[in-house]
């Protein structure tokens, strides 16, 4: 059986046993979704062949809303021709696509212009794919600099030949330039966000910030967020902030968050070993050539999983939305189920954790799930692992994307711009917010950020966007 077939039998076979502790208990089909009126419009545009550039800020839709375009894309350009990407290997793994890197074939993205279109050109996979792809989608922009934006630009466009911005390649790209900065950022003030790109407002016909909030409910907290998403926190916020302060430790079933990752496997280690109960190990099990396993290694699944009875952990993989079991569900190890024969490559023990989540239900057996590494549409490495990770500790560098239902977090650590937002950004209600070292120096938001913001009008229509494009030609 090849990656791809196995992917898909995993798939079709899902990660979470209803049948052996919960017999009565029948999964839900999908519902419908209800998209917004701006969702409808950022679709039609897709739909009518425009590159369009997605924002928003945390918990706007921007994942679904892009999982559906890379379906429509897909449909109308034919599966082989479109570019699923994203800015890192979490990223990218989440959308079942491949890093930006490995798809431009670019290496570090370093040097000048030409020697890029050389190493392409010399390369016979690179340059097949930049000749094929009919739509480029990219995830998380906000971890790309400018320099490697347009470096790639240039590439397309020699590449492929002609004019056209990219080579006339449609463009799909999203993210939240309020949350965390380019991954190479060296310093904090420079001039590196992907939007200064020289070809960034000529690479889209139309920009759009979603505007409607779908994980939290709570008004006061909606205002709270996004205000500090934009560095504008008035009177009410600061109180409310002091009023989510916590003096003493923390609940140890609250996830912290931790801008540091040595400070997260502190944590972890000790809770884990505190509980004095035996220790199973779920080993990852990796396939692909080693080009594409490196990928593997970025993922949110980690190498290792260890966990005993007791232990709190965390899903890290969306399973089934309606049942709320998704990234970022918390809950606690309960048991576990023995003799599953099937298990061997990964725990050597052959069982399966029983988790009792804190937001669902009943006691729920956890089977392994896989994250591939895709090549166009081809499986070219996965990894199988449980879709687990120990939830004491988080880092805050890997919980874009999730949702909790409670949080702490130490803001006296936190650094650089974004930061504060992206975890504070992740709860559900203010009963589940727990900070401590608040200050509020800590909220800040890039200048240079606000003023690519203020560009975005509300239409008539009632959406925020930006049309971009001036020509097509340079």
């Known amino acids: 059986m090849n ?18 502790l919960n017999p009565k208990v029948k999964r ?21 062949g425009q590159s369009v550039f997605i924002s928003g800020s945390a918990g706007t839709g921007k994942t679904v809303l892009l999982e559906q375009i890379i379906k429509q894309l897909k449909k109308i350009h ?78 397309a466009r020699d590449v492929r030949g002609g004019f056209e911005m990219w080579g006339g390649i449609q463009l799909v790209v999203s993210g939240d330039f309020f949350q965390l900065p380019p991954v190479n950022s060296k ?14 407002d000529r690479s889209f016909d139309v920009q759009f910030e979603l505007t409607t909030v779908f994980r939290q409910s709570d008004a006061q907290l909606i205002k709270l967020l996004q205000g500090i998403r934009k560095g504008e926190v ?25 801008p540091r990752n040595d400070d997260v496997c ?45 232990a709190r952990v965390m899903l890290t993989k969306n399973l089934d939305p309606q049942r709320k079991f998704v990234n970022g569900a918390t809950g606690t190890v309960v048991g576990f189920k023995d003799n599953v024969p099937s298990l061997q490559e990964i725990c050597k023990c052959h069982i399966l954790p029983i988790v009792k989540f ?41 919980c874009q994307g999730m949702t909790l239902d409670r949080i702490h977090t ?37 200048p240079k950020v606000l003023q690519f913001y203020e560009r975005f009008k509300k239409d008539e229509d009632g959406s925020v966007r930006l049309k971009s494009k001036v020509t097509s030609k340079v």
């Open 3 to 20: 990656l791809i077939s196995s992917a898909v039998a995993t798939y079709r076979s899902r990660c979470i046993s209803t049948k052996a």
């Open 28 to 48: 839900p089909s999908r519902k419908k979704i209800n998209w917004t009126n701006q969702q409808k419009q950022v679709l039609d545009c897709v739909s009518k």
């Open 78 to 155: 034919g599966r082989s021709y479109v570019a699923v990407t994203g800015s890192t290997g979490v990223a990218a793994c989440a959308i079942r696509g491949q890093t930006l890197h490995s798809f431009a074939g670019v290496g570090l993205g370093g040097g000048d212009y030409q020697s890029l279109v050389d190493n392409v050109v010399s390369n016979r996979d690179a340059y097949r794919r930049w000749n094929k792809v009919k739509a480029l989608v990219i995830d998380e922009v906000s971890m790309i600099d400018a320099k490697f934006f347009d470096r790639l630009e240039f590439v």
């Open 187 to 200: 310093c904090l003030d420079a001039e590196e966000y992907a939007f200064e790109a020289e070809c960034w």
């Open 234 to 258: 008035d009177q009410d916020d600061l109180q409310l902030l002091e009023k989510c302060s916590v003096g003493t430790e923390p609940d140890p079933s609250i996830a912290r968050f931790f």
């Open 266 to 310: 502190k944590v972890n280690r000790n809770r884990l070993e505190s509980l004095g109960k035996q220790i199973y190990v779920f080993r990852a099990l990796d396939e692909g050539a080693d080009k594409w396993k490196r990928q593997l290694k970025h993922v949110i699944a980690p190498d290792e999983l260890e966990i005993c009875i007791g």
């Open 358 to 398: 804190d937001s669902v239900p009943g006691d729920w057996i956890i089977e392994p799930e896989e994250w591939v590494v895709m090549n166009g549409e081809v499986a070219v490495a996965k990894r199988k692992q449980m879709p687990l990770m120990l939830a004491w500790a988080l880092s805050i560098h890997k």
């Open 410 to 446: 130490d803001l006296s650590r936190a650094f650089g711009y974004g930061m504060v937002y992206v975890a504070l950004s992740r709860v559900r209600s203010l009963d589940g917010l727990h900070i401590s070292g608040f200050s509020p120096s800590k909220i800040k938001a890039h």
